[in-house]
């Protein structure tokens, strides 16, 4: 298996633009999640899904959107980049079906660099 | 609501030293806490879970940590550091019902100096 994998590993936007990150997994998971991880804060849920066709919104939402059409993928959407976007994104994917007990497992994150 | 607060932005310690990583919680119900550990660059691996068995649970790399109901508190413990070891460690909390997310603390950067 390879897990959680996320395309690109590093991306630079203009203000404005908007891109994709990819986030794929392997393991048959019913739930995925996307987190971004600032200097001193943690990482902090923007979106998550509990199933394909499922989402809903983290802590910090504002700027992103998601979709879950199959449950191996799970892209997260900048629409129009902000500076305060800059952060580094792992995506995280677990079973499921035993409540908050079970493990999550990371991947290797994308770093995003917003001028 | 549930939240959690990692005493100690940064850690300094000896090789062969005793580890100690602070971490409080807050949850209105049973919680479930996980120590996760990030190397350089990397993602994040699981170092041990609490899921409400044994108080005193065992991770990899020699970790364990303690699970304090009265103290509210999850501190991760290692005997003896080694320089491999040197890392930014996060402890989470979940729980059964709501968004089954994990939230974070804001992390503890392990130094092992030599």
Redesign the interface.
Known sequence: NAGVTQTPKFQVLKTGQSMTLQCAQDMNHEYMSWYRQDPGMGLRLIHYSVGAGITDQGEVPNGYNVSRSTTEDFPLRLLSAAPSQTSVYFCASRPGLAGGQETQYFGPGTRLLVL | AQS?TQLG?HVSVSEGALVLLRCNYSSSVPP?L?W?VQYP??????LL?Y??AATLVKGINGFEAEFKKSETSFHLTKPSAHMSDAAEY?CAV????G?????????TRLQVQP
């Open positions: 959690v932005s479930y996980f996760y660059n990397q993602g994040l691996q699981l879970k899921t409400s996060f979940s729980s059964a019902g968004r089954r997310a994990l939230t974070f603390g804001s992390g």
